[in-house]
């Protein structure tokens, strides 16, 4: 039976109770709909609704009614219920008769969902946040197992300057602390309670509010009634946060798929994260890495739909926003799935140090070094550059690298050349010339190992 029949002579058209429905969906929050039925019953003892027995007895009933969320969870959607806070009242009332019906007291779905779903997310956030920081682990470690391996750096995907492959994962590891510290933003100012809100214009029991909230974990309790049921700058920010680490785990896959081609050849994925063709059978494809990727696009549309949802409604509580909740949980799900998915790409990955090197000596990686050589024997930057740029067309020319070129030929492009190049021109030389913090330098690649280490360990 509907909660709210009683002004109603005809029942609910078959296909309109399933378009209404949510409970297919909402049933996730069933465990955040028993706890705070059951700090709003202990609310409704110090009113007079309840007394101190009867409450006792609403309190047992809706433990073991979680108890078989917990053992039986698809009992929930095989019920006819419309949505979670129907059901649970429903059991309620299974369980306990009349008194069951007292519950919802000054009470309004609409402050219940609100409540129900910010739970629902506070609990959500702890895991991302120790998914981030597992990922971020990783990252560490595989840095600090390949501080030596030299790889080239790209821009336009063109090789640009040499770094190592401890600078990339620590360049991740700086994008999934920036994740972690909006995911704590964000939890900041979602923790606090809507509930006793009513439908919209404030409950006429006189409640503790705070009290209430702190019962339920949140920091306090929300100002404006018509704001607290009406609210969900929580499930935007939390799914903007997810659009914009997936972008971050995107370009991570995207970065890795190319490292793993035959062209680059930079690492080897583990067999237990890649897939092979049907048709071809020397292929082993990086399917962990582009789901990623590809999963990336359905968190960016959350964004969209959410920002759509919500942008022309009046207040209050419109049922509209019942659509807040599949787009919410698909992408923190999804995020949840690529963390924990791309940790396991990481540590199942083979480094090719070898060919990284070589990599980063082919592709004029060191032309820079060549004008920063000249700046230092006088020689304005824009000028050097210029004279640089004339080197590295004879050197294309002749096949040969900057630093296999003979100084005779290398002195016809300026005299200030000397045999103090070679040294400059070699790899070890261009990373230890990038010393300034936040540089491929070998002393700050371990201080910000050192550092991220100190983080983690702090967590
Ligand atoms: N199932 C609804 C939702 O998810 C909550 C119910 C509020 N319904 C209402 N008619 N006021 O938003």
Known sequence: MALWGGRFSQVSDQRFKSFNDSLCFDYRLAEQDIISSLAWSRALVTVGVLSEYEQ???????????????????????????????WVEQRLIEKVGDLGKKLHTGRSRNDQVATDLKLWCKAQVTEL???IRKLQQALVLTAEANQDVVMPGYTHLQRAQPITFAHWNLAY??????????????LTRLDVSPLGTGALAGTAYAIDRDRLAGWLGFAGAT?????????RDHVIELISDAAIGMVHLSRFSEDLIFFNTGEAGFIELSDSVTSGSSLMP????????????GKCG???????????????????????????????????????DCLHIATLVLDGMQLKATICREAAQQGYANATELADYLV???????????????????????????EAIPLVQLQAFSTVIDLDVYPVLAL???????????????????????EAKQSLRSK
């Open 223 to 231: 100002r404006n009634s018509l704001d607290s049921v009406s609210d």
């Open 298 to 336: 359905r968190v960016q549309g959350a964004l969209t739909s959410i920002m759509m949802t919500l942008k022309g409604l009046p207040l209050a509580y419109n049922k509209d926003m019942q659509e807040d909740k599949e787009g919410l949980f698909d992408a923190l799900d999804t995020w949840l």
């Open 282 to 293: 020397q292929k082993k494809n990086p399917d962990a890495l582009e789901l990623i990727r």
């Open 56 to 86: 006792k007895q609403v309190e047992d009933a809706l433990n073991i009614i979680l108890e078989e969320v917990h053992t039986t969870p698809d009992a929930i959607l095989t019920s006819a219920a419309e949505d979670i806070h129907s």
């Open 428 to 450: 070890s030389s261009c990373l230890a010339q990038r010393h300034a913090k936040g540089g491929v330098a070998p002393e700050q690649i371990a201080q910000a190992i050192l």
């Open 376 to 402: 230092a024997k006088g020689i304005p930057f824009r000028e050097a550059h210029h004279i640089v740029g004339k080197v590295v067309v004879e050197a294309i020319r002749i096949g040969l690298p900057l």
């Open 129 to 131: 946040l120790s998914a």
């Open 173 to 186: 590891y700086e994008m999934l602390s920036r994740d972690e510290s909006r995911l704590m933003d964000t």
